[in-house]
């Protein structure tokens, strides 16, 4: 069975820190691209960083290039989300997804951890 499973999310003050985990299960991690993407209410999803941990290139969003770090831990089958300098409007559900390029398709979706970012 195929699982994406984010931890780390929570409440922090405007200029904290938070590492968002993604723990992958059931398909072969490397033959995959990881992505984050977020989506706070009323505004669409939008992909926030991505990477491969075959090569471990990286794409980021222009919005959280310099302050967020992508990176994989190929023998756990995890990737993390290193978010510093979080301002408010990083607020949103943050959510894991496995695809086959960086550019999707993403075949495979976690259940989401929430971020809030108080000001």
């Known amino acids: 069975e195929v699982q994406l499973v984010e931890s780390g999310g929570g409440l922090v003050q405007a200029g904290g820190s938070l590492r968002l985990s993604c723990a992958a299960s059931?398909?072969?991690?490397?033959?995959?691209?990881i992505g984050w993407f977020r989506q706070a209410p009323g505004k669409e999803r939008e992909g926030v960083s991505c990477?491969?941990?075959?090569?471990?290139?990286?794409v980021y969003a222009d919005s959280v290039k310099g302050r967020f770090t992508i990176s994989s831990d190929n023998a756990e089958n995890t990737v993390y989300l290193q978010m510093n300098n979080l301002q408010p409007e990083d607020t949103a559900v943050y959510y894991c997804?496995?695809?086959?390029?960086?550019?999707?398709?993403?075949?495979?979706w976690g259940q989401g951890t929430q971020v809030t970012v108080s000001s």
């Open positions: 059931g398909f072969i991690f490397d033959d995959y691209v």
């Open positions: 997804a496995a695809g086959a390029t960086t550019q999707g398709p993403w075949s495979y």
């Open positions: 990477i491969s941990p075959s090569d471990g290139s990286t």
